[in-house]
């Protein structure tokens, strides 16, 4: 048998169907357009900001039809860019309504207001755009962001991601035809239909709690750098969370025993917090059962208690925990960057009646975020003139 000829072979078979794959790969593209997203929990996200002409456009991985484009001169009024993920901008449902931004300029015509947000961005994502606002004339940049870094390592197949290096192979995946059909996971974001009871998914993997101190500190770092690269001064937010969802995950020694019992409770915020200790174990589904029952007792800071630990031992954290809260107040103080306080003001346990799911806010939300913002970004925009 000749090796050095089965070699060739193998060789020039691999590279013949390497370049077939790569041919399909692109007549696909060129004839349907990128592929549709793979379903994660939390998407790459893959947001181009650029300068053409005297244009500055955003373009959305997300949604490759949607191309937001803003002149990079403003016209007189003061200008504020908002940046962060999904609860900014939500552009593939294509409701503006429930985009806060929309309110701020409504409620504000006296200022400009640029939606930069974009699904998915998380705080390293929006520091790649910062660095690319040079070119753009603003007065302030106002951030809120925080859960998808805490909830990008996650997907729904289980906590899919040992390293957060693996982001950027997930990232080339989502423009791989062959890789979004190939993958069908059911999207854990996806609104139930009215009436279905939101579930928690019982798991043994506690990756994410693992890389939870490694995302902290990685966070305080970037909105730091925000503030350090900004071409315009910056103004923090804390961020809402949906009181009324269940955690997404929690972690169980026998997840199918807990899983039964948890698919067994018609109403899960009314469920016996003994009896999810026993089938479940400490953790994130017991302490947000007794959240509940502390608030509809009205011991709200009990409550605000076991939900802060219920949100910390979610392996499946769709909701930043409070510690992003922290880290955003800390970062403001140490850096004498002003901040507005949502989840003071709005919260800390807002109603679900402001949430589309367990995290965006639905048109009342987007209005209360706009209307508790205002005087925060004006009182910012009227020292930065002061500054002047």
Not at 178 to 203: F, I, K, N
Not at 335 to 361: K, Y
Request: proline share 9%; glycine share 8%.
């Amino acid at each position: 048998m000749d090796l050095t000829s089965t070699r060739r072979r193998a060789i020039l078979g691999c590279m013949v169907g390497g370049g077939l794959f790569l041919a399909a790969e692109l007549a696909a593209t060129l004839l349907l357009g990128p592929p549709p997203l793979p379903p994660e929990i939390a998407r790459v996200s893959t947001t181009r900001v650029s300068a053409e002409g005297d244009q500055l456009v955003l373009a959305q991985r997300v949604n490759p039809d949607q191309v937001l484009r803003y002149p990079l001169t403003g016209d007189g009024r003061p200008r504020v860019a908002v940046i962060g993920g999904s609860s900014v901008q939500r552009g593939f449902h294509h409701r503006p309504e429930v985009d806060f931004p929309t309110w701020l300029a409504r409620a504000q015509p006296q200022v400009e207001v640029l939606n930069l947000g974009s699904p998915g961005l998380n705080s390293a994502a929006m520091l790649t755009i910062v660095r690319q606002l040079g070119p753009v004339e603003l007065d302030l940049l106002v951030v809120y962001e925080g859960h998808n870094d805490w909830s990008q390592p996650v997907f729904t197949r289980g906590v899919a991601q040992a390293d957060l290096w693996t982001l950027s192979i997930y990232r080339a995946l989502a423009f791989s035809w062959a890789w979004s059909t190939l993958h069908h996971a059911g999207h854990a974001m996806v609104p139930r239909p009215p009436g279905t009871p939101t579930r928690t998914h019982a798991t043994a993997d506690d990756t994410a709690l693992d890389l939870a101190d490694a995302v902290a500190r990685a966070y305080a770092a970037h909105l730091t750098d925000i503030v350090d690269e900004s071409p315009a001064p910056v103004l923090f937010t804390t961020l809402l969370r949906n009181f009324d969802h269940p955690p997404q995950g929690t972690l169980a020694a026998d997840p199918a025993a807990c899983q039964a019992w948890i698919n067994d409770q018609p109403k899960l915020a009314e469920a016996d917090v003994d009896e999810a200790r026993a089938h479940c174990g400490e953790g994130a589904l017991p302490d947000w059962i007794a959240a509940q029952g502390h608030s509809r007792a009205g011991q709200t800071e009990a409550a605000v208690l076991r939900w802060q630990g219920s949100l910390l031992a979610d392996p499946i954290p769709l909701r930043a925990p409070f510690v992003a809260d922290a880290i955003s107040r800390q970062v403001a103080a140490d850096l004498g960057a002003p901040l507005v306080d949502l989840a003071a003001l709005l919260g800390p346990l807002p109603p679900g009646q402001l949430f589309d799911d367990t995290l965006h806010p639905n048109a009342k939300g987007a209005k209360a975020i706009a209307e508790a913002l205002a005087p925060g970004i004006l009182a910012a925009l009227a020292a930065g003139n002061r500054d002047d």
